[in-house]
């Protein structure tokens, strides 16, 4: 789960990271207001938003006056940033903060290490090169801690070393260091990083940049960390979805997917490729779904104005599969939809329990397997 | 015999949280092994009465001789029920239960380390076996099943099957049966952040299976789980392997999970996966109607 920069900080600035101070505007003319109760005669402005990456001053700007803050947060608001701007949100909020002058940029986070089943510290005295929205792969060092003990002492000492600062910083990067690697293990992250940790001319460290991600399956003992959770960064077909604990994945394209497993999404994703469509979202049903909830999601999908078609795939348990069937049926039953219904039924099982829906409308075509379903869907 | 799971298998549950509870234990004993006992972890409700009802596994593993675990809890408890089953000594787990806590798995695959490799209480002779999370689990047909794969799409014979997603597990299985190629073992890793059981550790036993013949390996994004078969392959693998791996269009830097988090791709993943395993010599198809060919020419 992601979280907007100015939760981050606030989060990082709780466990005691200095961050600039700032506050969010909704509209212009809080911006001014906000720039005007802000320390320093400058002030950065930066649009909050799931999808918007900072790349070296791109879409982050400086404002010297409160018209000037007014001036970037109009133009920012309402903006959509991202890789896939269909499926970004435009910003309703941008983060002033004041503008502090750092000597030198430098660069510190925390991951999960799959590999090594452990935490590892990632620091570098410059700001590395990396994919946006991804982390470094070189040119930082790496610290791993031994989740069965945590951070030691000598490591903040390798830290700084690492950051490229003398050893009389050793104390100010332990309050940095040791902070972001507490929230990092309290708050059940799986990234946290300090894209931007500003040295000052008066050898402070700030951070000036921060993101958090975090381990959606540990939300049920974070429930502060839900809280954080904006409504607007998602599309409402998924706030729909999400109001029933129902599990999808919004993407760019024109095409629902109804599955019942991440493997047959993936299978189906990549038939879709084959043919030149692209999926416009994936909605996951678990095996313990009721046939009402099942039509619910379907119905979801089917309501989607940007879907031209919408595959269901029905599972090869028997149980299960009927239910599916019936969420079908009653999500056909009382509405035109206008959009091509395929139902996938790859398993003898699943065609089973599928028998007779073609009589219920004739926007349906069955398939017998992915790349059948995705030919029925054709070309977007 | 079957790697992992076999007829002298008896399984110990901990909680069951499907709809479908006693389902479960149907489908176990289908398959020819033994439930023997189960424990409900945090107290939950007594649901499934399939089995008699145990307060600790150590208790259940006294009384009844389980030696595996089979753990559907929910994702609140699914660590605790994983650590007290190497506690209790067993060394097969599998964990149905999905969407478990990274920081959780870390704390269970550090417990796991700690039992095996200090003399202790804890001390195990055997390696332990974890599948999971969110695993389908593991069947040798006609012997045995810890999981809850689907029996019937399954029937004896020398390929192996090992997979991160059970669905996908099954459909190889399905496309073998149908055209009368039988399986050795079928086993279900996990497709989640923090994984216990990689693919390379279960490609080393299907190797030395003497039952096993052929090798299907049913890959998924994020990890490097294919590149370390890979080299493993390239190193110690004779057998054929056949490999499917889906997911070559999935968006990258998208968690594309079912349930929770859920490794995500990075650009050209599956491209290079491919091109590493097909390096190390294994043939590479681009879907599971494609398995049961691949796998004929090679038996």
């Known amino acids: 789960m992601r979280i907007h920069e100015y939760q981050s900080k606030q989060i990082l600035s709780d466990f005691g990271v200095p961050v600039p101070p700032g506050k969010v505007a ?19 402005v930066k649009p909050q938003s799931y999808g918007f990456i900072p790349e070296g001053g791109r879409g982050e700007s400086l404002a010297r006056s409160a018209e000037e803050a007014a001036a970037l947060a109009r133009q920012m608001i309402g903006k959509r940033f991202g890789r896939d701007p269909l499926c970004r949100r435009p910003v309703t909020k941008v983060l002033l903060e004041q503008y502090v002058q750092a000597e030198s940029s430098l660069y510190l986070a925390v991951v999960m290490d799959p590999s090594l089943v452990a935490p590892v510290m990632l620091a570098s ?3 590395p090169q990396h994919e946006p929205g991804a982390m470094p792969t070189e040119a930082v060092s790496r610290e791993v801690i031994d989740p069965r003990f945590g951070t030691l002492s000598f490591q903040w000492r390798k830290v700084t070393a690492a950051l490229g600062l003398d050893r009389s910083m050793v104390p100010q990067v332990t309050a940095v260091a040791s902070g972001l690697y507490r929230a ?21 460290l700030v951070a000036l940049e921060a993101r958090m991600r975090f381990d959606t399956n540990a939300l049920f003992r974070h429930h502060e960390i839900e809280a954080l959770r904006d409504p607007a960064e998602f599309g409402e077909t998924e706030n729909t979805l999400r109001e029933k604990w129902m599990r999808y994945v919004a993407l760019a394209g024109r095409v629902g997917c109804v599955m019942t497993a991440t493997g047959s999404a993936l299978v189906m994703l990549d038939h879709l490729a084959d043919v030149g469509a692209r999926p416009g979202g994936i909605l996951y049903l678990a095996g313990e779904e009721s046939a009402e909830k099942a039509a619910y999601g379907i119905t979801c999908l089917l309501r989607e104005e940007s879907f031209r078609a919408v595959i269901v795939e029905v599972p090869r348990d028997p149980e299960f599969a009927g239910r599916v069937v019936s969420g079908i049926r009653l999500a056909l039953g009382d509405q035109a939809t206008g959009k091509r219904v395929v139902v996938l039924a790859a398993s003898d099982a699943a065609r089973a329990a599928a028998t007779g829906l073609g009589e219920v409308t004739d926007v349906l075509s069955a398939a017998r397997s992915a790349s059948e379903a995705a030919a029925a869907v054709g070309k977007s | ?34 439930v023997v006992a189960r424990v409900e972890p945090s107290g939950g409700p007594a649901s499934c009465e399939a089995a008699p009802l145990y307060a600790t596994a150590a208790d259940a593993v006294r009384e009844t001789g389980a030696n595996a675990a089979f753990v559907d809890a929910l994702p609140s408890a699914a660590a605790d029920a994983m650590m007290e089953a190497v506690d209790a000594g067993l060394s097969l787990i599998v964990c149905k239960t ?3 806590p990274a920081r959780d798995m870390v704390k269970v695959i550090n417990y796991v380390h700690g039992s095996t490799d200090l003399a202790g209480p804890r001390h195990h002779e ?12 593991v069947i040798t047909p006609g012997a045995g099943m810890v999981g809850t794969l689907n029996v019937d799409v ?51 036993m299907l190797e030395a299976d003497p039952d096993t013949e052929v090798i299907v390996i049913i890959g998924g994004v994020g990890g490097d789980a294919e590149f370390a078969a890979a080299a493993f392959i390239e190193e110690a693998v004779t057998k054929p392997v056949v490999a499917y791996l889906p997911g070559r269009s999935a968006p990258p830097g998208i968690n594309l999970g079912a349930h929770g988090d859920f490794a995500s791709a990075k650009p050209n993943e599956m491209e290079e996966k491919a091109a590493a395993l097909q390096d190390a010599g294994a043939l590479i198809v681009s879907g599971t109607e494609e398995i049961a060919p691949a796998v004929a020419e090679r038996l």
């Open chain 2, 154 to 204: 399954f029937s004896p014979g020398r390929v192996a099957i090992v997979a991160r997603c059970d669905v996908l597990a099954e459909a190889a299985a399905a496309a073998l049966t149908r055209e009368g190629i039988g399986q050795s073992s079928c086993l279900v890793t996990s497709g989640a952040l923090i994984v216990p059981t990689h693919l390379v550790d279960v490609l080393g």
């Open chain 2, 98 to 100: 999905r969407a478990v």
């Open chain 2, 126 to 137: 055997d390696k332990i076996r974890l599948l999971g999370p969110g695993s389908g689990g």
């Open chain 2, 1 to 34: 015999m079957g790697v992992m799971a076999n007829s002298t298998t008896r399984v110990l549950c901990f909680g069951t949280q499907a709809r479908n509870r006693a389902g479960c234990c149907d489908r176990m004993r289908t398959a020819g092994t033994e």
């Open chain 1, 125 to 127: 005295g410059a700001v």
């Open chain 1, 184 to 204: 990092f293990i309290e708050c059940e992250c799986i990234e946290a990083e300090i894209g931007e940790l500003g040295l000052t001319a008066e050898r402070e």
């Open chain 1, 26 to 44: 909704t509209d212009p003319d809080e911006a001014a207001e906000i720039f005007a109760g802000l320390p320093g005669d400058a002030a950065v």
